[in-house]
């Protein structure tokens, strides 16, 4: 059972930055699918960036150019870098991946296995 936990949520002013985290153990290769989902409040789950290993990396257009995925020197650790901070960008930001990647890999598909979510207040 793969387990996914997020880190480096908090409040910050509009046009600042943060940092997410996410760690994944229980299972022993690379995922192949990870990626960062967001769900507003009184709005759906969506997908902000996700990387499709050996394939491509993919962003949400409102993203683009200001949130960064990546992973890091540890087995199936993923973070993502947001800049310049927007209101709209309020949301609990989830963490998900799946073990394998290919065509199924996209942000609007679905993913395996989840995190409890690290929160994220913009402030105007």
């Known amino acids: 059972q793969v387990t996914l936990v997020e880190s480096g949520g908090g409040s910050v002013a509009a046009g600042g930055s943060l940092t997410l985290s996410c760690a994944a153990s229980?299972?022993?290769?690379?995922?192949?699918?990870m990626g960062w989902f967001r769900q507003a409040p009184g709005k759906e789950r969506e997908g902000v960036a996700l990387?499709?290993?050996?394939?491509?990396?993919q962003y949400a257009e409102s993203v683009k150019g200001r949130f960064t995925i990546s992973d890091g020197d540890t087995k199936n650790s993923l973070y993502l870098q947001m800049n310049s901070l927007k209101p709209e960008d309020t949301a609990m930001y989830y963490c998900?991946?799946?073990?394998?990647?290919?065509?199924?890999?996209?942000?609007?598909?679905?993913?395996?296995?989840w995190g409890e979510g690290t929160l994220v207040t913009v402030s105007s």
């Open positions: 990387i499709n290993r050996n394939i491509d990396t």
């Open positions: 229980g299972y022993p290769y690379s995922l192949s699918c």
């Open positions: 998900a991946a799946s073990i394998w990647g290919g065509s199924d890999c996209r942000l609007t598909g679905d993913m395996s296995y």
